[in-house]
C-alpha cells in the first residue's frame, strides 16, 4: 500500500511536471508566433542592407588651385562631406568613437543587448527615455533610414535591420560607412567635413585631442557646437572620451592626460573662401554648365589655373597700392596674370579687399561707391561690361597698320590737328603733355604715347593703299568715312586678339577710341596682350584645367589649343616698340616702373582723359599682366596723375616678384 500511495505521488508530480511544460510550450509558440507575425510586420517595409552599396550619399563640390592643395572653396547643400577611405582616418579617432559610442562594436552582432538592458533599467530609474544603447550599426541605420523618433516600432524596425547589416558587412565596412555618415553639427557629415569645419584640416592631420572632439561632438552636435554656449560641457565630454578609450586600452594614462592638457583651436564659423572674386566667378560658370544641385551633391573635384603663391602676392601687392592711391582719390584696383602660352589664368584680383567695407560708408554699392569690394572689376558683369582702356588700346590701332605694311620708321606728323566732325563738334585733341614734336615715327608715336600721331595712325589703318609719304596734314574734315574704315578694321583686330565688347555702331567711337573712347574689361585686354607675347597666337582664358567626378573620372579637361590671329612679324615689331626703354624714355623716363634692369618686358600704359582709369598692361614670352585703378562708381582722380604713377607700382611690384619664376627670355627682333 505504502508503494502504491509513493508511486501515486511521484507520478502525480511527473504529471504536474508535464503539465507545466506543455502549458510552457503552449505559450512559447503562442509568443513565437506573434513575435514572428510582429517581425514580419515591422520588417515588411525595411529597405535592404544592400542599399548601402547602392545608395549614393550627398557629397559637396571643391574648387582648387592648380596643385590640388590648396581648397578655395566648397559648394554643399544641406550635407557637407567628403567621401574617405577608413585606411585614411587616424587609428585613434576610430578608438575614440568606438570608445565612447560603441565599445563592444567588434564583439555584438549588430545589437548590443546588455547594452540595450542597462539602457532600459538607467531609463527606469530617471523616469523617461534619456539612454539609448544604440550600437554603431543601430545609429547608422537610423540615420540613413529611420526617424530619430523615439517609438517602440522605429526601435524594433532598427534592431531587425541591424542585425541584418552586421551578418551581411564586415564591421570595418560598417565603421566606414558611419564614419562618413554621421553628423558632426554646422551642415558637416563624415569625420573629413568635420575636420575641414572644425580645424581646417584633413582628417588624416587630426591630433588626438582634436580627434576626441570630433568623437564627443557625435552624441549631440548642435548642443554641443564649439560656437555655442556649450563650449566647456564639449571639453569636458572630450576627457570622457579620452578616459573611455584608457578604459577600453587604446591609451595609457599619460597619454589621455596630455590630450587634456592640448589646447583645441577652433577655426571661425564663416566658411572659408580663398581668391574670392576667381573662385565665384569660377563658380558661377560651373552652375551655368551643371546645374546648382549638381554641384551640391556629385562630389566633384574641380582643378583651377591659378597660382595660389602668385595670387597671394597679386592680393597683398593691390591693396598696399591702394592703400598709396588713395592720396590721388583711387580707392580700387585690380589685377589679372595670364600665362599667355596655354591661356591659363593664374591671379585674379578683381577689387582691393572682397571682405571689406564698401566706401564712403553710406554708399550703396554697385551704384556710388568709391570702393566696392565685391565686384569683380577683372571680368565686370552684364550691366557694366568694362572700363575704358585709354591708351592702351593703341597697341591695336598700330597692329591694324602694321597689318597693312606700315612700319615702326613710317612718320606722320605731330602737330594741332582737326581730325574732322564727329557728333555735332570738331574733334581736336591734344597730346598728355601739350607738346608738339613735329615728324614722328610711328616708334616713337606708340612707344611715348602720343595722341594726335597715334590718332593719325587710325586713319592709316582705314587707307585702301599704302601711303608712301609722310602724312603731314592737319585737317581731315571730310575724310571721316577714312577714319570709319580704320575704326572698322581696328576693332576687328581687336576682337580676334579677344576683346568681347566694342558693339556699339562705329560711328559712336569715332577718333577717340584711340584714346580708349570704347570699354574693355581688364581680363579680356590682358589676355589679347598675350597674343603679342606669342608672337601672334592666341588661345582663350583658361580657369579650369580638369574636373574629377568623385571616383577619379576626369569629366572634363582642358583642351584648349591656340590659333594664330595675327601675323608673327607684327607681334614681334609691337613687341620691339613695347619693350624699347630708350624709345620711350623722353615720355617715362629711363627708370620708369615699366622698366626692369634683368628681364626685358613689354608694357603700355593706359590713362582716359578725365583721369577716371588708370591701366598698365605687360607681358613676357611666358607672362601677361594687366592692373587697372580707378573708382567703382567713375568719379575722377583728383590730383590727375597718370597711369604708370597710379597703376604702375602695383604692376612693377608684382612683375618683380613673380618674373624670377620665369625663364628669362627675349623677344625676337622683327
Not at 22 to 46: E, H, P, R, S
Not at 157 to 178: F, G, M, P, T, V
Request: charged share 25%; aromatic share 12%; with cysteine.
Amino acid at each position: 500500500m505504502a508503494e502504491r500511495r509513493y508511486r501515486r505521488k511521484i507520478f502525480s508530480k511527473r504529471g504536474k511536471l508535464a503539465f507545466a511544460l506543455k502549458f510552457l510550450g503552449f505559450w512559447f509558440l503562442v509568443f513565437g508566433f506573434w513575435f514572428l507575425v510582429l517581425f514580419i510586420y515591422y520588417a515588411k517595409d525595411l529597405p535592404r542592407p544592400e542599399k548601402f552599396t547602392e545608395r549614393s550619399l550627398f557629397e559637396s563640390s571643391k574648387i582648387y588651385d592648380r596643385t590640388g592643395q590648396v581648397l578655395l572653396y566648397e559648394i554643399y547643400g544641406e550635407e557637407k562631406r567628403t567621401w574617405v577611405s577608413l585606411e585614411t582616418v587616424p587609428e585613434y579617432l576610430k578608438q575614440a568613437v568606438i570608445a565612447a559610442e560603441d565599445a563592444n562594436f567588434y564583439h555584438h552582432f549588430g545589437v548590443d543587448f546588455k547594452g540595450i538592458a542597462r539602457a532600459i533599467l538607467a531609463d527606469l530609474k530617471i523616469g523617461g527615455a534619456a539612454y539609448g544603447g544604440s550600437t554603431i550599426p543601430q545609429q547608422l541605420i537610423r540615420s540613413t533610414f529611420l526617424s530619430t523618433q523615439k517609438t517602440a516600432e522605429r526601435k524594433t524596425r532598427e534592431i531587425i535591420l541591424a542585425l541584418e547589416l552586421d551578418r551581411r558587412y564586415s564591421k570595418n565596412q560598417i565603421l566606414e560607412w558611419y564614419l562618413n555618415q554621421v553628423p558632426f553639427g554646422q551642415n558637416a557629415y563624415g569625420v573629413e567635413a568635420a575636420s575641414q569645419t572644425y580645424f581646417q584640416k584633413s582628417v588624416r592631420g587630426l591630433s588626438l585631442s582634436e580627434a576626441a572632439v570630433l568623437a564627443a561632438l557625435i552624441k549631440a552636435p548642435s548642443h554641443l557646437s564649439p560656437y555655442g554656449d556649450y563650449k566647456e560641457e564639449l571639453l569636458t565630454r572630450k576627457n570622457y572620451v579620452l578616459d573611455r578609450m584608457v578604459a577600453e586600452g587604446f591609451l595609457n594614462q599619460n597619454q589621455a592626460e596630455l590630450a587634456k592638457q592640448e589646447e583645441i583651436n577652433f577655426s571661425k564659423i564663416t566658411q572659408p573662401i580663398k581668391a574670392p572674386h576667381f573662385t565665384l566667378w569660377v563658380k558661377q560658370y560651373l552652375e551655368k554648365q551643371y546645374g546648382e544641385d549638381f554641384l551640391r551633391e556629385r562630389g566633384l573635384k574641380i582643378y583651377t589655373s591659378l597660382n595660389w603663391d602668385f595670387q597671394k602676392l597679386a592680393e597683398d601687392i593691390v591693396e598696399e597700392g591702394v592703400k598709396v592711391n588713395k592720396d590721388y582719390n583711387a580707392h580700387n584696383a585690380a589685377l589679372v596674370a595670364i600665362d599667355p602660352k596655354t591661356g591659363e589664368i593664374l591671379a585674379m584680383v578683381g577689387s582691393a579687399d572682397y571682405f571689406g567695407e564698401p566706401y564712403p560708408k553710406d554708399c550703396t554699392p554697385g551704384v556710388n561707391c568709391l570702393f566696392d569690394p565685391n565686384f569683380n572689376i577683372a571680368v565686370g558683369t552684364e550691366q557694366n561690361p568694362g572700363r575704358q582702356p585709354g591708351s592702351a588700346f593703341k597697341p591695336f590701332i598700330y597692329t591694324t597698320a602694321f597689318e597693312k605694311g606700315y612700319d615702326d620708321l613710317t612718320t606722320v606728323s605731330d602737330e594741332e590737328t582737326n581730325f574732322g566732325i564727329w557728333g555735332d563738334k570738331e574733334y581736336i585733341p591734344q597730346n598728355y603733355d601739350g607738346r608738339f614734336r613735329g615728324l614722328v615715327t610711328l616708334r616713337q608715336g606708340l612707344a611715348q604715347s602720343l595722341n594726335i600721331p597715334s590718332i593719325k595712325v587710325l586713319y592709316l589703318a582705314g587707307t585702301e593703299n599704302k601711303i608712301e609719304t609722310p602724312l603731314l596734314t592737319n585737317n581731315f574734315t571730310g575724310q571721316e568715312q577714312v577714319f570709319v574704315e580704320g575704326l572698322k578694321n581696328s576693332i576687328g583686330i581687336a576682337k580676334e586678339m579677344g576683346i568681347t565688347t566694342l558693339d556699339k555702331p562705329l560711328s559712336f567711337y569715332g577718333p577717340s577710341i584711340v584714346l580708349g573712347g570704347g570699354e574693355v574689361k581688364l581680363l579680356d585686354i590682358t589676355s589679347a596682350y598675350g597674343v603679342f607675347a606669342t608672337e601672334g597666337l592666341k588661345i582663350e582664358p583658361v580657369p579650369i584645367l580638369k574636373i574629377e567626378d568623385r571616383d577619379g573620372n576626369i569629366i572634363f579637361e582642358n583642351t584648349k589649343t591656340q590659333k594664330r590671329v595675327l601675323g608673327s612679324k607684327v607681334a614681334r615689331l609691337i613687341n620691339d616698340i613695347l619693350s624699347d626703354n630708350a624709345a620711350r624714355a623722353p615720355m617715362f623716363g629711363l627708370s620708369s616702373h615699366l622698366y626692369f634692369e634683368n628681364y626685358q618686358v613689354a608694357a603700355k600704359t593706359g590713362t582716359t582723359d578725365n583721369f577716371r582709369d588708370c591701366w598698365t598692361i605687360g607681358y613676357t614670352p611666358s607672362l601677361s599682366v594687366g592692373v587697372w585703378a580707378g573708382n567703382n562708381n567713375n568719379e575722377s582722380m583728383i590730383k590727375k596723375q597718370p597711369a604708370a604713377t597710379v597703376a604702375g607700382p602695383i604692376f612693377h611690384n608684382f612683375m618683380e616678384e613673380v618674373l624670377p619664376s620665369f625663364p628669362k627670355e627675349s623677344f625676337v627682333k622683327p
